[in-house]
């Protein structure tokens, strides 16, 4: 069963622009919540992180806001850049287990 | 430091065959994760190991995936009489510690494809 939903599927932003990618779980028992970016070929690099007692977290460019009581966390991409044009992933985790959502493309037009 | 590895990076083979999938983990890393990446899919989890602990199979799809971790280092995933639904990326991930918020490392993967 497809424990934690991301969309969309596919973002294109233009160079400067805001990214923003939404992730839904349901298993009340997740207490990280990663975000990994993955270039073709290469296998997926944490972007940032965040626990469920925070409800934003910001590193550069990146801020993952997270609403515990909808059980929803974003990612939002702030002056996307071209080489920000990867696949994100949004994944859920206790201390066995990790399920992701299904990958949003993103590509940055220049 | 080296990363984790996986070989072989690519595996061609035909429907019916048994297919062994290698991960060597980040040395000192306890714990080590595999998941599979099917196109246009999301990443799967699979199985874990922690230590010398019996392995978390929850996620192996069928009884024909089976994994074993030697000496608490390298894994091997192997795949019994695969079927061409088992067309996919095998990644494996490892970590320092088994706590949830401990960064998951992954190695490059390995791209199988079942004819």
């Known amino acids: 069963q497809q424990q934690v939903k991301q969309s969309p599927q596919s973002l294109i932003v233009q160079k400067g622009g805001i990214s923003i990618i939404n992730c839904a779980y349901e298993?009340?028992?997740?207490?990280?919540f990663p975000w990994y970016q993955q270039f073709p070929g290469k296998g997926p690099a944490l972007l940032i992180a965040?626990?469920?007692?925070?409800s934003e977290k910001k590193e550069g460019r990146f801020t993952i806001s997270f609403n515990k009581s909808a059980k929803q966390f974003s990612l939002h991409i702030m002056d996307s850049q071209p080489g920000d044009s990867a696949t994100y992933f949004c994944?859920?985790?206790?201390?066995?287990?990790?399920?992701f959502g299904a990958g949003t493309r993103l590509t940055v037009k220049p | 430091g080296a990363g984790v590895s996986q070989s072989p990076s690519n595996k061609v083979t035909e429907k019916g065959k048994d297919v062994e999938l290698r991960c060597d983990p980040i040395s000192g890393h306890t714990a080590l994760y595999w998941y599979r990446q099917s196109l246009g899919q999301g990443l799967e989890f699979l199985i874990y190991f922690q230590g010398n602990s019996a392995p978390d199979k929850s996620g192996l799809p069928s009884d024909r995936f089976s994994a074993e971790r030697t000496g608490g280092s390298v894994s091997t995933l192997t795949i019994q009489r695969t079927q061409q639904e088992d067309s996919a990326v095998y990644l494996c991930a490892s970590t320092q510690s088994p706590l949830s918020t401990d960064t998951q490392y992954f190695g490059p993967g390995t791209r199988l494809t079942v004819l």
């Open positions: 965040i626990r469920p007692d925070v």
């Open positions: 994944a859920a985790s206790t201390w066995n287990d990790m399920r």
């Open positions: 298993n009340t028992a997740f207490d990280y």
